[in-house]
């Protein structure tokens, strides 16, 4: 009996949280198989969140940091053309919470598919959707998307690069250590791209502290005088 009641405290528990894993890339307007493209997160059976943004874990969520890149393909996608992300969830009400979604990419060295791809300060933000203020209440993207896409800037340099989408679940925000990051990292060769120089550069773990306003928020109460949700990170890269 007891193991019974943990077993289904457990299954309740995860449908209240209703949490997601984020394993298909969206290429050529196809969606790939669950982590063909994407590096398998440790979170692909229980789908919980990151929430230590200090953790090495912060930068893929890879279910090994060793192994995972390797056993993971690498996808060809053109600059200037429209890639996304696509989530997974139990009970099919993928990226659930309301949040702040944003696509950081990598140069990878000496491929995307290595362990120590991503590890410097190499990072830059390529787009976003942010919650916007409006009648005293923070307007979330939509709660009933299953996936988004974005244009790869035109001017990418060619080459191997990470892709890794990022939602900021702002539910239970209000503490420090309260946010709830879904994370997953595309390996990706890049052609047909230009001659920009993607920045600002930042690294990851090390680009939040947890403490910034747009991670540690009340998004149901509002200090006076509140003048909108601010994006952690740095601005947007658009090529
Ligand atoms: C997407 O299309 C390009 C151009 O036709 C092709 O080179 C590439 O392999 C395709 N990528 C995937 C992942 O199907
Ligand atoms: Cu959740």
């Not at 493209?37 to 059976?45: K, L, P, Q, S």
């Not at 390996?187 to 773990?205: A, C, E, M, R």
């Amino acid at each position: 009996m007891k193991g019974l009641f943990v077993i289904l405290a457990a299954a309740t528990a995860h449908i209240v949280s209703a949490h997601y894993t984020i394993p298909d890339l969206i290429v050529n307007g196809t969606t790939s198989a669950d982590w063909v493209y994407i590096r398998e997160t440790a979170n692909h059976w229980s789908n919980g969140p990151v929430t230590n943004v200090n953790d090495p874990e912060f930068r893929c969520y890879e279910l090994d940091l060793k192994n995972t890149a390797a056993a993971t393909g690498t996808a060809t996608v053109s600059a200037g053309s429209t890639i996304g992300f696509k989530a997974v969830c139990t009970n099919n009400q993928a990226f659930y919470h309301p949040g702040y979604f944003s696509v950081y990419m990598s140069k990878a060295s000496p491929a995307a598919n290595s362990a120590s791809a991503g590890t410097g300060q190499t990072w830059f933000k390529v787009w976003e959707d942010a919650p916007v203020f409006k009648n005293g209440a923070l307007v979330f993207p939509s709660t009933s998307i299953t996936s988004f896409t974005f244009t790869l800037p035109k001017s990418l340099p060619n080459g191997q690069y990470l892709i890794r989408a990022e939602q900021i679940a702002l539910h239970s925000a209000s503490s420090y250590g309260g946010a709830q990051f879904y994370i997953s990292c595309a390996q990706v060769n890049v052609v047909n791209g230009g001659s920009g120089s993607p920045g600002p550069l930042v690294s990851i773990p090390g680009v939040y502290t947890g403490y910034e306003p747009g991670i540690m928020l009340n998004i149901y109460s509002f200090p006076a005088g509140y003048q909108g949700y601010q994006a952690p990170g740095p601005a947007v890269w658009r090529g």
